[in-house]
């Protein structure tokens, strides 16, 4: 396993991407590419399906299983 850091910021200083906001990436390595979408699930808050109330990945817009688009959990 190999661990590759960069920069969050170019060189004016402005943020490359944000890891929460909707968009996406690709890393071009060794002739191969290497592509991400984002906002990353590990990030932000996990949804709920409206019709079991599971609690599934933040990062996704409806229920895999039903369909349904996945609610926001509201913050106490």
């Known amino acids: ?9 170019d060189e004016k200083g402005n943020k490359i991407l ?17 592509n991400w979408r984002l906002p990353l699930g590990s990030l932000i808050p996990k949804k709920r399906c409206p019709l079991d109330d599971e609690m599934l990945n933040g990062s996704w817009k ?15």
């Open 1 to 9: 396993m190999e661990f590759y850091v960069f920069t969050d910021v």
């Open 18 to 34: 944000d890891p929460t906001s909707e968009s996406n990436f690709s890393v071009f390595y060794n002739g191969d590419s290497f």
């Open 62 to 76: 409806f229920c895999p299983w039903h369909g349904k688009e996945l609610l926001e959990i509201e913050k106490k």
